[in-house]
Structures are given as structure tokens and as C-alpha cells.
């Protein structure tokens, strides 16, 4: 694992200078979604990327970045083969997925943004049901926060994942509860639900792009979570 620091680190942007109370915002670097959040948190952002991956880096911002090699690309196989129990889709040892483990290894919580949700009332409810590669981030932070919780039979358990949904007339955020048995997601239910002020360590995760319908509610939204 390489690490480095992009030039002139010390111009901080957006809302860096004054979140005094954030420690790291893990993300993942691509164009999009992943830019957003390492342009909001400047030199707090950590941005985990690989070997002949395109990761988008601002000048100026002086966002840490964390290359895995192969052998820690490989080591996630099986968180994702772990979350794959739930999600149940094909093609899982993508570069990409691997380094999504990453990103949410070291977060207490989560914050991802999302084009929609798959159906409600799908069989599969112990899924986080959220459509598109950024649900094996969703999922794999629901099984780490219950492994490191300990967690073996409990109801409602509301382990700090969000969701901004900037689904064209439903732009809001969402906060997953999640029911235990034996150590197994048994149930998982999205609610509307303010996600709690942005502080510590936290995975900062979602979609390619923020759509126009998205952007200014999220932005506005962002704002909020840090005073």
C-alpha cells in the first residue's frame, strides 16, 4: 500500500477549513459522486485507488492517496463474496468493488448517494436494495458495523448508514434499520430520516454522477450536516 499527497496541500477547499470535528472522509476518487466528496473535505479526504485506476484529483485540494497493490485487492474477496449472501449479483472481483471495502473499512459511518432504490417489496429484504455498484459499499459496512458491534440477535438496529436518494420528486435522505438473527441480516427497512452532523471518520460513497434534479438539494443538504 502506497501513499501520497497531492500538491500544494495547504489551499484548503469549500467546507475544510471549519469541520474541525471530521478526522477522515474515505472515498474512492472517480469522476463523480467520489470527486464531490474529496472537493468538500480537501486534505481530510483519504482516496483509496489501484494500479491503472483513473482516479479525478483537484489541484490544490492535498487529498491523501492510498494505492493498494494486489494482495490487498485480493484480501477483499471475501467481504465481497460476504456481502454477495445479500445482494446476490454476479461479476464481484472487480478492482473497483475491492477497493470499496476499503473505503469503508476504517468509517463508523456512511453516507452514500444513490440514484433510487429497487423495489420495496422484493424477496430479498435482507439487501440494502440499492441499485448500482454502490450498494457493496451499503452492504459491506452493515456486516462490518455488525461484526464489530457483536451483534447476534437484536431488532431495529440503525448501524449509521444514509442514503441522499436524488430520484427526480423524491430528493431526500434516508437511514437504513436493520433486524439481527444469529449474526445474519434477517430484515433491513429505509426510512425518511435526517442522517445524524458529519464528525470522526466517515465513508463518503455514491453514484458516478449528482443529476440536476440531485445537486442543489445534496449541496444544501451537506451544509446542514456540518453545522
Excluded at 10 to 37: A, M, P, R
Excluded at 171 to 193: A, L, P, R
Aim: proline share 2%; hydrophobic share 35%.
Amino acid at each position: 500500500m502506497s501513499q501520497h499527497q497531492s500538491s500544494h496541500s495547504s489551499l484548503l477547499l469549500n467546507f475544510d477549513q471549519t469541520t474541525t470535528s471530521i478526522s477522515h472522509c474515505y472515498s474512492g476518487g472517480c469522476e463523480g459522486t467520489d470527486f464531490e466528496w474529496t472537493k468538500a473535505f480537501g486534505k481530510k479526504s483519504v482516496v483509496y485507488s489501484f494500479a491503472g485506476h483513473h482516479q479525478r484529483v483537484l489541484p490544490n485540494v492535498g487529498e491523501q492517496v492510498i494505492t493498494l497493490d494486489k494482495k490487498e485487492l485480493a484480501f477483499a474477496d471475501k467481504k465481497l463474496s460476504e456481502a454477495n449472501k445479500y445482494l446476490k449479483r454476479r461479476n464481484t472481483k472487480f478492482n473497483l468493488l475491492r477497493r470499496n471495502y476499503y473505503i469503508i473499512s476504517k468509517a463508523a459511518s456512511c453516507y452514500a448517494i444513490i440514484e433510487e432504490f429497487e423495489n420495496k417489496t422484493a424477496s430479498n429484504k435482507s439487501s440494502v436494495r440499492i441499485r448500482g455498484g454502490t450498494a457493496w459499499g451499503c452492504q459491506m459496512f452493515l456486516l462490518k458495523y455488525i461484526s464489530e458491534n457483536q451483534i447476534q440477535d437484536k431488532k431495529n438496529v440503525q448501524p449509521h448508514l444514509y442514503a441522499f436518494c436524488q430520484e427526480a420528486g423524491n430528493c431526500k435522505w434516508f437511514g437504513i434499520s436493520m433486524d439481527v438473527k444469529g449474526g445474519e441480516i434477517v430484515n433491513t427497512d429505509w426510512s425518511e430520516m435526517n442522517p445524524k452532523k458529519l464528525s470522526g471518520k466517515f465513508a463518503g460513497i455514491g453514484v458516478r454522477a449528482i443529476n440536476d434534479s440531485g445537486n442543489k438539494p445534496f449541496k444544501g443538504w451537506l451544509r446542514k450536516l456540518l453545522l
